[in-house]
T-cell receptor, first 114, second 112 residues
Framework: NAGVTQTPKFRVLKTGQSMTLLCAQD?????MYWYRQDPGMGLRLIHY???????AKGEVPDGYNVSRLKKQNFLLGLESAAPSQTSVYFC?????????????FGPGTRLTVT | DAKTTQPTSMDCAEGRAANLPCNHS???????VYWYRQIHSQGPQYIIH???NNETNEMASLIITEDRKSSTLILPHATLRDTAVYYC?????????????FGKGTSLLVTP
């Protein structure tokens, strides 16, 4: 199993450009999450999904949109990138088993907005 | 949601036990304590979690005080590869899809 994969690994955008980050998991997990991590900080939740076709806002959702059209994929979109969105983006997934909810993280996408 | 307090940094000699403390004095009765670690900006890695009882797995042990207001993660024989940022997290409830509420964590340096 590949676990959680993220595409791309690195990207540089100019202010105002748009892009989509792709997260894929092959563990048949119901829950998926997008976090961002700024230098020296912990991860902050952007959006999450508890199942195919459903999404919800996290702690810092402004400037981002998400879609979960297939159970294994969770897309994060930036419609008009801003320098404040320079960060490392992590995707994670977890089973819906109430005894654990252990999250599995991808390797991250490093985004720079100039 | 319960918040956690951890020391900013700690050192540990290779081969010795690393004891990482965490305070979560506002934890609710049904909230779990999770520990994750992040090695050199990789994606965080799950270590262990618990509710009331002490827990042990192949990576670490988790000791939770009887009043559940604090816990300690124990790495019994630290190696250089255990150098990482360790996050103590009280799991957010179903209103946020059981997302993890990360703080700044403890930066553990294991020295030769």
């Amino acid at each position: 199993n590949a676990g959680v994969t993220q595409t791309p690994k690195f990207r540089v955008l100019k202010t105002g450009q748009s892009m989509t980050l792709l997260c894929a998991q092959d563990m048949n997990h119901e829950y998926m999450y997008w976090y961002r991590q700024d230098p020296g900080m912990g991860l902050r939740l952007i959006h999450y999904s508890v199942g195919e076709g459903t999404t919800a806002k996290g702690e810092v959702p402004d400037g981002y949109n998400v879609s979960r059209l297939k159970k294994q994929n969770f897309l994060l979109g930036l419609e008009s990138a801003a320098p404040s969105q320079t960060s490392v983006y992590f995707c994670a997934s977890s089973p819906s088993d109430s005894s654990s909810y252990e999250q599995y993280f991808g390797p991250g996408t490093r985004l720079t907005v100039t | 949601d319960a918040k956690t307090t951890q020391p900013t940094s700690m050192d540990c000699a290779e081969g010795r036990a690393a004891n990482l403390p965490c305070n979560h004095s506002t934890i609710s009765g049904n909230e779990y304590v999770y520990w994750y670690r992040q090695i050199h900006s990789q994606g965080p890695q799950y270590i262990i979690h618990g509710l009331k009882n002490n827990e042990t797995n192949e990576m670490a042990s988790l000791i939770i005080t009887e009043d559940r207001k604090s816990s300690t993660l124990i790495l019994p024989h630290a190696t250089l590869r255990d150098t990482a940022v360790y996050y103590c997290i009280v799991r957010v409830g179903p209103h946020s899809g059981y997302a993890l509420n990360f703080g700044k964590g403890t930066s553990l340096l294991v020295t030769p």
